[in-house]
Structures are given as C-alpha cells and as structure tokens.
C-alpha cells in the first residue's frame, strides 16, 4: 500500500523559512516523479513544483509564485522528498500535500498524502 | 501557461441523478487531461487519466470524455459517497495547472 506521510508545517512569522518533508512507503520511490501541491483555506488545488528522477537528472519545475522561494530535493535513499519554502509570504498559507506522480498520457497525481498545513502570520 | 475553467463551480442534484462537469482548457492539451475527487477535509483522489481512463478501483458510474481544449466528467446515477468537489487539471505542459472545482452538493 502507497503511504505518503507529510510532516514540518506550522506556524511561520512572514519572511520566515520552513521545511517539509515527505515519508514515503509502499512503492519503489527512486522510480517516480514526486510533487508538492497546495490548497489554501477554502480554496482550490495549486501546483507548486515537480521533481524528476535520477535518470532525468533530479531536474525541477516550479509555479510562477514560489519559483526562487521553494526548493524541491528528494534521498532516494531515505525515500524522502522535501520542500524548502523560504522568505514566506502569508497568500503561501495553506495545506501542503506531497504526491506521488505519474506520466499517463498526462502528468497525473496518482496517490496523494495527507497534508501539512502551513500558516504564514505575525 | 493553460488555464483551466470549469463549469458549473457548483450543482445541486439528487441521488440517482445524472451529473456533468465541464472543463475548458485555454489552448489544446490534446487528451493529457485529469479528474480528482476531493470530500471535505481529505486529500484529492485520482478518478480519471488521459480525459476518459478510469483510475483502477474507480466506480463504472464516472466517465470523462473530451480532447483539445473541452472536456467532461460524466457520474451517471450519483451516490451519496458522490458528493464532493471534483478538479480537472491540464498534465500536458509545465505548469501544471488545476480548473478552479466543481462542487456537487446533496440536492
């Protein structure tokens, strides 16, 4: 059984720097690319970013409103993918999700864990 | 980047009914078009791949259909497990990026 398991929200002072990490079990993680995505209270789903594999690189992609704040990495060794979220703003307050992600004629969110909130406030 | 709109942002129907969701895409994504199911307070779930694949475990009664920029999410007689909000979301190109949700609530 896929099991995502997110861990490292809370709360931040804006400008403030956290980390999340993702514990993965169930499948072979260096096989798969991985994602974050959020939901900020009330609202709907935002990608944030995609991390590749070995083979590929570890290459990332990031959406326009975290790019050069957030930083994805993963070990395949630990099976752990992680997001450095630096110089928060409060709009980055919302529910972080990791995903396990596959290509399927589409890049797709196969399996998703249970989410972390984050909560950027003075 | 492709934008994602969906229609209707919310419908009330009744179990039994017949529920469609449409989503547009603002340029063509050919097929690399998703569906997820989201019930209030949990994490997305994977219902539909490639705009009409269904996700294995998945009820018959959930369809998609569509290619280029318009397609559709059919639930043919709805369930009262049914009633949740559903996302379409463009995986052809970077960013990635979601329709705003539908949400389908108990008539």
């Known amino acids: 059984e896929v099991q995502l398991v997110e861990s490292g929200g809370g709360l931040v002072q804006p400008g403030g720097s956290l980390r999340l990490s993702c514990a993965a079990s169930?499948?072979?993680?260096?096989?798969?690319?991985m994602d974050w995505v959020r939901q900020a209270p009330g609202k709907g789903l935002e990608w944030v970013g995609h991390?590749?594999?070995?083979?590929?690189?570890?290459?990332?992609d990031y959406a326009a409103s975290v790019k050069g704040r957030f930083f994805i990495s993963r070990d395949d060794s630990e099976n752990s993918l992680y997001l450095q979220m630096n110089s928060l703003k409060t709009e980055d307050t919302a529910v972080y999700y990791c995903?396990?992600?596959?290509?399927?004629?589409?890049?797709?969110?196969?399996?998703w864990g249970q989410g972390t909130l984050v909560s950027v406030s003075s | 980047d492709i934008q994602m709109t969906q229609s209707p942002s919310s419908v009330s129907a009744s179990v039994g009914d017949r529920v469609t969701i449409t989503c547009r895409a603002s340029?063509?994504?050919?097929?690399?078009l998703v569906w997820y199911q989201q019930k209030s307070g949990k994490a997305p779930k994977l219902l539909i791949y490639?705009?009409?694949s269904l996700q294995s475990g998945v009820p018959s009664r959930f369809s998609g259909s569509g290619s280029g920029t318009d397609f559709t999410l059919t639930i043919t007689s709805l369930q009262p497990e049914d009633f949740a909000t559903y996302y379409c979301?463009?995986?052809?190109?970077?960013?990635?990026?979601f329709g705003g949700g539908t949400r389908v609530e108990i008539k």
């Open positions: 995903t396990r992600t596959s290509w399927r004629s589409a890049v797709c969110f196969e399996d």
């Open positions: 169930g499948f072979t993680f260096s096989d798969h690319y």
């Open positions: 991390i590749r594999r070995k083979p590929e690189g570890y290459t990332t």
């Open positions: 340029q063509g994504i050919s097929s690399s």
């Open positions: 490639a705009a009409s």
């Open positions: 979301q463009q995986g052809g190109s970077f960013p990635l990026t």
